[in-house]
């Protein structure tokens, strides 16, 4: 299967880092064919501009975004790994979502009804963050992590979501939770 691993984390030795090595290493002793596109060792440019938002109406994208298109076209399966920070996205990867995800390429409008362009591809999506995920639940918050990723960017340009993944108390992780994660994250492409 083509594998494309989307990465967002400024520190490669972060447990994000960990989880994305452990995925590449999983994938290779499988036979998968993978990308990772690690944001920040790109320096990917995280901001929409205007000239990205008329090209977008034209069907025109800027060359890095066209780049990143393409290797969406290659991925049967995209994952991505990110943190969550203020209960969102890290600012390159909303960038990126903003950019890369445009209209006529991930999504477009027919008669005023939106229609996701990305059919047939699946994704995963690993998150750590620091609280529990009790923590997450109790104030109503786990939900709507879930809810605005999964149906508000991921499903809405038609990908099929396999499974999204969240690394709770990320911040004070042992060993054996860490292992733990580990074989999660493995499963799922078994």
């Not at 205007?50 to 990143?68: K, R, Y």
């Not at 995209?78 to 950019?99: E, H, Q, S, V």
Request: hydrophobic residues 40%; glycine residues 10%.
């Amino acid at each position: 299967m083509k594998q494309l691993i989307i990465f967002a984390h400024p520190n490669p030795d972060s447990l994000n880092g960990h989880i994305k090595n452990v995925l590449v290493a999983h994938l290779e002793q499988n036979g998968h064919e993978i990308m990772v596109r690690d944001l920040y060792e790109l320096g990917f440019n995280p901001v929409l501009s205007l000239t990205d938002l008329s090209g977008q109406l034209q069907g025109s994208v800027a060359d890095d975004v066209a780049i990143e298109q393409d290797w969406i076209r290659w991925a049967e399966r995209i994952t991505f790994i990110y943190p969550i920070w203020w209960t969102g996205l890290p600012a390159i990867m909303k960038g990126y979502i903003d950019r890369v995800f445009s209209y006529g390429f991930a999504y477009s409008y027919t008669g005023g009804v939106q229609e996701g362009l990305l059919k047939g591809k699946e994704v995963v999506i690993i998150n750590s963050h620091g609280k529990s995920h009790e923590e997450y639940l109790a104030n109503g918050l786990g939900p709507a992590l879930s809810l605005a990723a999964d149906k508000g960017m991921y499903s809405y340009c038609g990908l099929k979501i396999v499974q999204h993944l969240f690394l709770d108390k990320a911040d004070r992780a042992r060993s054996e939770g860490i292992k733990n994660w580990e074989v999660q994250v493995k499963a799922i492409f078994n």
